[in-house]
Antibody, heavy 118, light 111 residues
Framework: EVQLLESGGGLVQPGGSLRLSCAAS????????MNWVRQAPGKGLEWVSV????????LYADSVKGRFTISRDNSKNTLHLQMDSLRAEDTAVYYC???????????WGQGTMVTVSS | QSVLTQPPSVSGAPGQRVTISCTGN?????????VNWYRQLPGTAPKLLIY???NRPSGVPDRFSGSKSATSVSLSITGLQVGDEADYYC???????????FGGGTKLTVL
């Protein structure tokens, strides 16, 4: 079964850093763009970032631009999100999601919780 | 404030039909970008329900259907079941933001 498994979430102080990872299995990882999507407690979904299959092209939501960095290691089938200068408003469940040929997020991980609080 | 606009809630009785709208603008839906729909059951990750405006992934019942007009799209659910209670989100691409955008979500209640 195609699977995505996030890790790396936790409690961090404002201004701190955290690195999320997403391990992919049972699909040709390097062939697909990968995304991070977050959901603040009790709120809707917010797209965060996307990286192309090769890793050469990245895009970010304005809310995280300059603070978050998306990357991937195709040799290890792993996606990362480096989050710096974290703010309280970054508190959310972070999901990694595979993007299919229709630009739809067809596979989602279970999510990892990030809490930014002093 | 979400770029794509959905009604906060809809409701219907078991067996009935409900429709959830998703309205955008000339930078997203109106520009011709495809819309996708997701269902999120409480405490779980979202799941793709409709892709490319009106296509169902394998395993999604034909009770779920999507349609599109010039600047809005809609998701219809027929034969409502209690198990359909969930949050539903539309998603597309926005050229002015250079990224994906979601609707604010619609909570479906089956009375």
């Amino acid at each position: 079964e195609v699977q995505l498994l996030e890790s790396g979430g936790g409690l961090v102080q404002p201004g701190g850093s955290l690195r999320l990872s997403c391990a992919a299995s049972r699909f040709s990882f390097s062939s697909y763009a990968m995304n991070w999507v977050r959901q603040a407690p009790g709120k809707g979904l917010e797209w965060v970032s996307v990286i192309s299959g090769s890793g050469h092209k990245t895009l970010y939501a304005d809310s995280v631009k300059g603070r978050f960095t998306i990357s991937r290691d195709n040799s290890k089938n792993t996606l990362h999100l480096q989050m710096d200068s974290l703010r309280a408003e970054d508190t959310a469940v972070y999901y990694c999601a595979k993007r299919d040929s229709f630009d739809a997020f067809d596979i989602w991980g279970q999510g990892t919780m990030v809490t930014v609080s002093s | 404030q979400s770029v794509l606009t959905q009604p906060p809630s809809v409701s219907g009785a078991p067996g009935q039909r409900v429709t959830i709208s998703c309205t955008g603008n000339s930078s997203n839906i109106g520009a011709g970008y495809d819309v996708n729909w997701y269902r999120q059951l409480p405490g779980t990750a979202p799941k793709l329900l409709i892709y490319g405006n009106s296509n169902r992934p394998s395993g999604v019942p034909d009770r779920f259907s999507g349609s599109k007009s010039a600047t809005s799209v809609s998701l219809s659910i027929t034969g409502l079941q209690v198990g359909d209670e969930a949050d539903y989100y539309c998603q597309s691409y926005d050229s002015s933001l250079s990224g994906s955008v979601f609707g604010g979500g619609t909570k479906l209640t089956v009375l």
